[in-house]
Nanobody, 119 residues
Framework: VQLVESGGGMVHVGGSLRLSCAAS????????IGWFRQAPGKEHEGVSC????????TYADSVKGRFTISRDNAKNTVYLQMNSLKPEDTGVYYC?????????????WGQGTQVTVSS
């Protein structure tokens, strides 16, 4: 049972990335899924969350209007489209399941994917 994050990379300010969170060993559609990030020396920060059935979403104020979370339950995958990236978006991005909104961080689901935004 695990989640595999992918799609990270290094981009310049203003660039875009699309992260994927693929579930293995369980049905992702039964859970709300949250994206979290951890910058060097900082705690995990909630970025966005999407509910399991009705597609309700939440976003951190710092990413509203720039990031979009979506899910494809048929593919057992949740996505995070990140546009207009800023240096402060740099960090390791993780996804994790929760019973419902709000999404709560829990560790141990995946290795994360590194996002680096250079100025």
């Amino acid at each position: 049972v695990q989640l595999v994050e992918s799609g990270g990379g290094m981009v310049h300010v203003g660039g875009s990335l699309r992260l994927s969170c693929a579930a293995s060993g369980f049905t992702l559609g039964y859970y709300a899924i949250g994206w979290f990030r951890q910058a060097p020396g900082k705690e995990h920060e909630g970025v966005s969350c999407i509910s399991s059935r009705d597609g309700r979403t939440t976003y951190a104020d710092s990413v509203k209007g720039r990031f979009t979370i979506s899910r494809d339950n048929a593919k057992n995958t949740v996505y995070l489209q990140m546009n207009s990236l800023k240096p402060e978006d740099t960090g390791v991005y993780y996804c994790a399941p929760s019973p419902d909104l709000p999404c709560i961080w829990s560790h141990g689901w995946g290795q994360g994917t590194q996002v680096t935004v250079s100025s």
